[in-house]
């Protein structure tokens, strides 16, 4: 018998770890509203990190088979769920065969479709917050802490040959275990580029420390590791150094945050810019509600301003 309920308006599902902290719970129903969705609702599936294979295939069943569930956007779950539920959709996206993730789960004219978006959610980030031709201008380097399915996502996005010179020198990418470097190596190698490449086995936040001091002035410094939201602490420990003039990128925008406070206590010295997650948790959200509802939503600076300010607003509701 299925844990889950049939759902009885049109609902978007929210598979993560603990949904309900999320601000996109209030978020959703104002955006909602200001796209014209109609009565629609959003509601959480939490699971453990590393949850049990058929525990996902349960999930996205339901899903599948209900009538009035439209589909979900997947946060942390993004690679073991494809590899737990890949037989089960109908289509799987480019981005979703080479980075093997689901992070949207949408149906169209009766298919379940996996797609993963994060490769455009973070490059608009990203290229938001850097600007045009931050690494042709600077010779920067990019260290991403985590090999999931964020740093593989964000990696393509800035290694890509149809960058030109806008690439970043070095490329680094660390994670406590070997096999999920040797996943992100594998795709790596399926993408033409012009950037070094490095990967480093990082059991203790130590060890990303010791990555810092290698890294160029202006480098690119990440936390995609989900330590700060789906648990706590950091991947670096307090007496980590970040480079001169880094910029520091926390994908995390709620939590306790150790990382960013790691990076805000020395943004003065070391003239550091410092970015949490909320503009990628924007764009991240728009690109699934417009894929599950079937809409367009514009990425224009407008447009997502506009949105910005609506969720700034529902989130203090």
């Not at 590393?50 to 525990?55: F, M, V």
């Not at 602490?233 to 960013?260: H, I, K, M, Q």
Request: proline share 6%; aromatic share 8%.
């Amino acid at each position: 018998m299925s844990r889950y309920t049939p759902a009885e308006k049109p609902t978007l599902y929210f598979i993560g770890v603990t949904t309900a902290k999320s601000s996109i719970m209030k978020v959703f129903p104002a955006w909602a509203k200001e796209l014209g969705l109609g009565d629609v609702q959003i509601k959480g599936m939490d699971f453990p990190l590393h949850a049990d294979p058929e525990a996902y295939r349960a999930a996205v069943a339901f899903i599948r088979d209900d009538p009035q569930s439209l589909g979900a956007l997947v946060t942390t779950h993004k690679i073991d769920l494809f590899n737990a539920c890949r037989d089960m959709f109908n289509v799987i996206d480019p981005f979703a065969q080479l980075m093997k993730e689901t992070s949207c789960i949408s149906k169209q004219d009766g298919r379940l479709v996996c797609h993963a978006k994060d490769p455009i959610s973070s490059g608009l980030s990203i290229d938001g917050f850097l600007g045009p031709d931050y690494f042709a201008r600077t010779g920067a380097e990019v260290f991403s802490i985590g090999a999931g399915g964020s740093t593989i996502a964000l990696t393509w996005h800035l290694m890509r040959k149809e960058r030109g010179a806008d690439v970043p020198s070095r490329i680094v990418v660390s994670n406590r275990s070997e096999h999920r470097l040797d996943e992100i190596r594998g795709i790596h190698a399926q993408i033409p580029t012009d950037a070094a490449l490095d990967y480093v086995l990082a059991p203790a936040p130590a060890d990303n420390d010791a990555v810092l001091p290698r890294l160029k002035p202006g480098s690119l410094v990440i936390n995609a590791t989900g330590l700060g939201k789906d648990a706590p602490g950091s991947p670096l420990t307090d007496a980590a150094v970040f480079p001169e003039g880094a910029v520091v990128w926390d994908l995390n925008y709620r939590g306790d945050l150790v990382f960013l406070d790691q990076a805000r206590a020395q943004q003065a010295e070391r003239g550091l810019t410092v970015v949490d997650g909320w503009t990628y948790f924007i764009h991240g959200w728009t690109q699934v509600i417009a894929e599950v509802f079937h809409i367009e939503i514009g990425t224009d600076e407008a447009t997502i301003d506009r949105l910005t300010r609506i969720a700034l607003q529902a989130a203090k509701g």
